[in-house]
């Protein structure tokens, strides 16, 4: 499997291409780029298998580098130094991520699941990624077996945990199934237009439609819908809610 590094520091290029030579059995490092046009040239013209590619290059993300190919036909590995607002989207999807330094152990089981994924899936897990970060987090994926929907997040009253699923529920009164777990949408989504009453819901907080108060044991949202909220979620819901209404005021 031939692969390129795309990593805007000359010397973690170097030590990854070394680990691997001398470590990853089946992969060929056959090139490096440092920037975003020369990413893509590289790419281009050498048509690899799998990319490592560093998420933060000295002249933009290199989500820049997905979004210009004409098509993904290569397996994808990122890395990042820290935990950049764009992982939690990378970790919705089954795209491996590693955090510098690298591990060895980590490298090789990233190899592993990037060598077992069809190129069909990382092109749908990158048109993922990239409608997530595009939209600031406000297109949500709900991922089925057979196909990717994205639903803005002011369409949905909530999400809730439905087995080893998620339902979301609309303003509309659709429900639509995800396979995807629960506690994937609340990694994802946590720290943005939702927040939890309980262990198996998040709301979407515009459908709240009454402020939440600490003596409260139900939770309003639109379209006469109540909620539990569960003592032990309240102080930390009334907070994010509180949070999300002042910055968000017109």
């Not at 591990?103 to 993922?128: C, G, H, Y």
């Not at 439609?209 to 032990?232: C, M, R, S």
Request: one cysteine or more; glycine letters at 4%; proline letters at 3%.
């Amino acid at each position: 499997m031939r692969g390129v590094i795309i990593d805007d520091e000359l010397k973690s290029r170097e030590v990854l291409g070394s680990i691997i030579r001398q470590f990853i059995e089946g992969i060929e490092i056959i090139g490096g780029a440092a920037d975003i046009s020369g990413g893509i040239a590289l790419i281009e013209t050498q048509k690899p298998e799998i990319v490592f590619l560093d998420i933060s290059l000295k002249d933009g993300d290199s989500f820049a580098i997905l979004n210009q190919l004409n098509k993904i036909e290569f397996k994808i590995i990122f890395i990042t130094a820290f935990d950049e607002y764009a992982t939690q989207a990378i970790n919705f999807t089954r795209i491996p991520c590693l955090n510098k330094p690298i591990d060895l152990d980590d490298l090789e089981r990233a190899v592993v699941k990037a060598k077992q994924t069809e190129i069909v899936t990382v092109q749908e897990d990158v048109s993922i990624i990239l409608n997530i970060l595009n939209s600031q987090f406000n297109i949500i994926p709900i991922i089925d077996v057979f196909k990717v929907t994205f639903i803005n997040d002011n369409e949905l009253l909530y999400i809730a945990k439905n087995g080893n699923e998620s339902a979301f529920v609309t303003l509309k009164g659709e429900h639509i199934v995800s396979w995807y777990p629960f506690s994937k949408y609340i990694h994802l989504l946590k720290n943005h237009s939702f927040a939890q009453p309980n262990k198996d819901y998040l709301v979407q907080m515009d459908s709240v439609n009454k402020y939440p108060q600490t003596t409260d044991t139900e939770l309003e949202l639109n379209n006469n819908v109540k909620l539990a909220i569960y003592d032990d979620y309240k102080a930390d819901f009334i907070k994010r809610y509180g949070l999300y209404i002042n910055n968000n005021k017109k």
